[in-house]
């Protein structure tokens, strides 16, 4: 069978740039069969035909002279996010995470709102899918350590690491998954990806810590509080793929 790189076939399909074929792999947009392919290097059939993704788009839920509250789709990373707005991410999200992400655009502000960050002073309130039954609520007081290294951040629960909690509340329950709520005053990096991975409810598309694949990992950040705003986005519809009813009223 005549096989080729992943991301040379869909180039030659799309009629697109090897870099740019290469470049919606890795944003987790394209799928053959069914999967995502994961791999821009990867070898596959000359004759596999690919389905792409349209990568949805940003939209802004509020500004003023201090910030933007970004309603951030999943696929996009924080840094593309930071370039589109050309203002500076307060924080970060995850590339396959979406939710409220904040860029700031004056220096007092931020000086003031990283302090709010480092102090725990931030309310942040997450949804996700897991897999298993979560049937109670529970907290997550393990501590993570981060080592990064050219291939990204990894994280894991050590006694070296420092402060992580996780407020975990199921929402609702179909079939062997639930839509959990998790709030969190900690940010560290991979903190609740891990912190759910660690009680064997990893969520369900995170290929990283839970070792399962999806169309995406569905994570959303809800909502945010930080000196005196507060917002908040509706769960994406394609939560609704996996059996919730969750409608745009939905409320935590």
């Known amino acids: 069978m005549n096989q080729e790189k992943a991301y040379k076939i869909l180039a030659l399909q799309k009629g697109i740039s090897n870099n740019e074929a290469k470049e919606l792999i890795d944003s987790g947009l394209v ?28 939209n802004v839920i509020f500004e003023d002279e201090n910030l933007i509250a970004i309603n ?12 589109m707005y050309k203002f500076p991410l307060l924080h970060r999200l995850d590339k396959e995470t979406s939710g409220v992400l904040l860029l700031v655009k004056n220096e007092e502000f931020a000086k003031h709102a990283i302090d709010e960050f480092k102090h725990m002073r931030v309310d942040k309130i997450y949804v996700a899918v897991v897999k ?5 609520e529970m907290t997550i007081n393990e501590p993570i350590l981060t080592l990064k ?8 629960i050590s006694k070296d690491g420092k402060e992580a909690v996780s407020y975990v509340s199921p929402l609702m329950v179909i079939g062997k998954k639930t839509l959990v709520k998790v709030a969190i005053k900690t940010g560290r990096t991979h903190q609740i990806r891990l912190h759910l991975s660690s009680i064997q409810t990893p ?14 990992m569905y994570l959303h950040a809800y ?19 996996l059996g919730f009813e969750i409608s745009n009223k939905f409320e935590i």
Do not use: C, H
Request: charged share 30%; net charge positive.
């Open 31 to 58: 799928f053959a069969k069914g999967q995502k392919v994961s791999i821009a290097r990867a070898l596959m059939s000359i004759n596999t035909k690919f389905n792409v993704q349209e990568l949805p788009k940003p």
């Open 223 to 241: 909502s945010i509080g930080i000196l005196g705003y507060k917002f908040k986005t509706a769960i994406p519809k394609d939560f609704n793929d």
């Open 149 to 156: 290294s050219k291939g990204g951040a990894i994280s894991k």
């Open 203 to 216: 969520i369900l598309g995170d290929e990283k810590y839970g070792k399962n694949r999806a169309n995406r």
């Open 132 to 136: 298993g039954i979560v049937s109670e």
């Open 72 to 83: 951030k789709p999943a696929f996009l990373s924080s840094e593309k996010i930071s370039e």
